[in-house]
């Protein structure tokens, strides 16, 4: 690290992933400058050398995402960066990581769009492409920090969750939290959990490259270790070999899901904030969820019974636990700087037990604690 650990510092959102990828054991990062995301690449450049590692600006988005997926399957833990208009050119290459099973991580640092939008501008607008960007089912994993220290503490996890369970996982960021400077005490070294990928346990001639274990997750060789083997983006079998056979790609397709839809009590992760006798909730995520905070706090002080649940984990969505939110609750406020992505997903979830009510803004600016907490005034007679 930068830093002695436990020592407090000014530090960065776009800093601490930084700060996160290398205590989790990240060696490789390919990427192409882009607003508001850069100072991950330029921190990069200089941090990783000193620990080993391997920067590589490329030609473009698309070109990073195909040396972070070589870099994987060579063995080493491999991130790249970008934001709106890079993660829309590296959705093709994240499609064939999902279906490949090969361990990387996205930051995406999300900013006012479509095409070249705003560069400076916060929004999340990307939450509907982290999950569905690329084509096909697929399986992702998504995560999203509201504060500094959340994003090292979620970067850590996702090089931990695409080690795991061999997949693709996205740190969700926006421009707010990529920029902003908190105070933070970063843990040492030791206390950091740093999972590995599994390894085969067979010798290469005995090695099948796509049969899973109890958990469906195979175990990974590296690329130049003698475990020679087909790596594809078309249905493969558990050889990797192609095949166009209609049980084979149905049930690798199930595999994928089922190796993350299995484990949600893993991969989940949710912050309830004072929902024990809530009447009205709000689910915001990312910088939004700062002021929603904030705004349940007064609407605490005014005499309403006000909560807040962030999804943490963006995809998988959250739904059991929004179904559990809307049987205690009589009005849902969902708030997000796009219109209305994850609102979709919280109305399908109450499944009409409770009053959904939006705020949306889509002009760069941050949603205001007054804004949130107008809303909360609006608590329905019934649900």
Not at 230 to 242: M, R, Y
Request: hydrophobic share 45%.
């Amino acid at each position: 690290m930068s830093g002695p650990a436990g020592v407090a510092r000014l530090m960065q959102g776009n800093e601490a992933v930084v700060e996160g990828a290398l205590a989790a054991g990240v060696r490789f990062f390919a990427g192409y400058p882009i607003t508001p995301s850069t100072e991950i690449a330029e921190l990069m450049a200089e941090r990783l050398p000193l620990v080993g590692g391997k920067f590589i600006q490329m030609e473009d988005e698309i070109a990073s995402m195909a040396a972070v997926i070589g870099a994987s399957l060579a063995g080493l833990k491999a991130l790249t960066a970008t934001s709106g208009p890079g993660f829309s050119l590296k959705q093709e290459n994240i499609g064939y990581a999902a279906m490949a099973e090969i361990p990387c991580v996205i930051v995406n640092v999300q900013r006012w769009g479509p095409s070249t939008g705003i560069p400076t501008a916060p929004a999340q607008g990307d939450v509907m492409q982290a999950r569905w960007g690329t084509h096909g089912d697929h399986p992702v994993i998504a995560l999203c920090p509201s504060s500094v220290r959340e994003a090292f503490d979620l970067t850590v996890r996702a090089v931990n969750l695409a080690e795991k369970y061999r997949v693709p996982v996205i740190l969700l960021m926006d421009e707010v939290v990529g920029h902003m400077r908190e105070r933070v005490v970063l843990p040492p070294p030791e206390e950091v959990e740093v999972v590995e990928r599994k390894k085969p346990r067979v010798p290469p001639g005995d090695y099948y490259p796509y049969r899973p274990d109890e958990d469906g997750v195979p175990p990974m060789a590296n690329f130049g270790d003698g475990y020679r083997y087909h790596v594809t983006g078309l249905v493969h079998d558990e050889k990797g070999n192609p095949t166009t056979d209609p049980r084979v790609a149905e049930e690798l397709l199930l595999r994928l899901h089922r190796k993350i839809y299995d484990h949600l009590d893993d991969i989940l992760s949710v912050e309830r904030y004072m929902l024990e006798d809530a009447e009205v909730a709000v689910v915001a995520y990312g910088a939004v969820a700062r002021a929603a905070r904030r705004a349940v706090k007064e609407a605490r002080a005014a005499g309403i019974n006000a909560g807040l649940l962030r999804p943490v984990t963006i995809w998988p969505f959250p739904e059991r636990e929004v179904a559990e939110l809307a049987q205690r609750v009589r009005l849902v406020v969902v708030a997000e700087m796009n219109l209305g992505q994850l609102r979709l997903e919280v109305e399908r979830a109450v499944g009409g037990r409770a009053a959904v009510k939006g705020i949306h803004r889509v002009s760069g600016e941050l949603i205001t604690v007054e804004e949130i907490l107008a809303a909360l005034r609006e608590v329905p007679e019934h649900a």
